[in-house]
């Protein structure tokens, strides 16, 4: 019981995401020793999109776990604000080995390129073909650098980049390792 107290005194008694007080509960930051004080809406799975705006405000939290689950919850989410506020958030050394810990916990997912080489999160890749991208207007052209790369957690065949400032899907099949 002593845990939640010391999260309540940090917290102030309020979600460390929201700032609601209604049904607050411990949530364990998967991969690490690490808690945080979470309401009933921000522990929930289906919780609406505009709901997750608050991860803006929480990515600026002082507390390293808090910074560490946000940048998690913002991977989650399918918008293009939260893959920028993702990508914009500057976390200490700290944060960011919480953040990636639990990235990696998972451990049976691994990407591939086209050669077979296994890729990382911040690889840099280059695009093996030309790739029509879906609502975007444009085409990604063969021969692309495709910079600091993120993985999709559940799927290996996966990748996330920005391509025309743009960030996109790309399939693990049409790239190459640098």
Do not use: Y
Request: aromatic share 4%; net charge negative; glycine share 10%.
């Amino acid at each position: 019981m002593a845990l939640i107290d010391d999260l309540m005194a940090r917290a102030g008694g309020v979600c460390e995401f929201c700032g609601s007080n209604d049904g607050l509960a411990v949530a364990e930051l998967s991969g690490t020793d690490e808690s945080v004080l979470l309401c009933e809406t921000c522990r929930s799975e289906d919780a609406p999109e505009a709901h997750w705006r608050c991860l803006e405000g929480a990515a600026w939290s002082p507390v390293a776990a808090v910074q560490a689950f946000a940048w998690r919850k913002l991977g989650e989410v399918e918008a293009d604000w939260a893959a920028e506020a993702r990508d914009a958030m500057m976390m200490e050394p700290e944060a960011e080995a919480l953040a990636k810990a639990g990235a990696s916990a998972g451990g049976d997912v691994i990407h591939r390129d086209s050669n077979g080489a296994v890729l990382e999160n911040g690889d840099t890749v280059t695009l093996i073909k030309d790739l029509p991208v879906k609502g975007a207007g444009f085409t990604a052209k063969r021969g692309t650098a495709v910079r600091g790369i993120s993985l999709v957690a559940d799927n290996a065949e996966h990748i996330e980049g920005r391509v025309e400032g743009q960030r996109i899907v790309i399939l693990t099949q049409f790239v190459k390792k640098r």
